[in-house]
T-cell receptor, first 114, second 116 residues
Framework: AQKVTQAQTEISVVEKEDVTLDCVYETRDTTYYLFWYKQPPSGELVFLIRRNSFDEQNEISGRYSWNFQKSTSSFNFTITASQVVDSAVYFCALTLYNFNKFYFGSGTKLNVKP | DVKVTQSSRYLVKRTGEKVFLECVQDMDHENMFWYRQDPGLGLRLIYFSYDVKMKEKGDIPEGYSVSREKKERFSLILESASTNQTSMYLC???????????????FGPGTRLTVL
């Protein structure tokens, strides 16, 4: 069975702090894809990143970075120098090749205070 | 940029009414999806469609139906709305084909439906 766990329900930081959101996944398949989405208070899920299981390179995009480690089944997301606009719920998700299901984690609510 | 639009951001309906939620995407995507999102339950797939007039049930199809007459448009229908269908409804589209969900799903802004 597949599963995505985001153990941090809610995190509060002060602006300019760095923050890491954890994502742990479970699957026995060797071909799978991982995603991160951001859901601001407006409600729309905004796509952030897609990574396949064969690409373990870390990725950096501006203040965002992702650390994919197959050895620990984790795909963690770090925001450097957080800003108030980063306040949102962040979802990690998993899907398998040729399988019609998207497994979402329960989400982590990030509060960035000025 | 991928654009997925939904007909309403907020909707209030009465129990027993027939409700239509419309979703349109402009990227010529094959697959389209309807989810509902509830506190504590996360996102749950209601239905998806992999082609015009083709649909598949998701995890919670009961009480819902869908229609896809044109590739760019996917409608969710509540035949007789009930209070337990009060929720946030999110539409998504993806360039994945058939039952392969590995491409990115792009979401619309959501519709907050309240059934009184």
């Amino acid at each position: 069975a597949q599963k995505v766990t985001q153990a941090q329900t809610e995190i509060s930081v002060v602006e300019k702090e760095d923050v890491t959101l954890d994502c742990v996944y479970e699957t026995r398949d060797t071909t799978y894809y991982l995603f991160w989405y951001k859901q601001p208070p407006s409600g729309e899920l905004v796509f952030l990143i897609r990574r396949n299981s064969f690409d373990e390179q870390n990725e950096i995009s501006g203040r965002y970075s992702w650390n994919f480690q197959k050895s620990t089944s984790s795909f963690n997301f770090t925001i450097t120098a957080s800003q108030v606009v980063d306040s949102a719920v962040y979802f990690c998700a998993l899907t398998l090749y040729n399988f019609n299901k998207f497994y979402f984690g329960s989400g982590t609510k990030l509060n960035v205070k000025p | 940029d991928v654009k997925v639009t939904q007909s309403s951001r907020y909707l209030v309906k009465r129990t027993g009414e027939k409700v239509f939620l419309e979703c349109v995407q402009d990227m010529d995507h094959e697959n389209m999806f309807w989810y509902r999102q509830d506190p504590g339950l996360g996102l749950r797939l209601i239905y998806f469609s992999y082609d015009v007039k083709m649909k598949e049930k998701g995890d919670i199809p009961e009480g819902y139906s869908v229609s896809r007459e044109k590739k760019e448009r996917f409608s969710l229908i509540l035949e007789s709305a009930s209070t337990n269908q009060t929720s946030m409804y999110l539409c998504a589209s993806s360039s994945s084909r058939g039952t392969d969900f590995t491409d990115t799903q792009y979401f619309g802004p959501g519709t907050r439906l309240t059934v009184l």
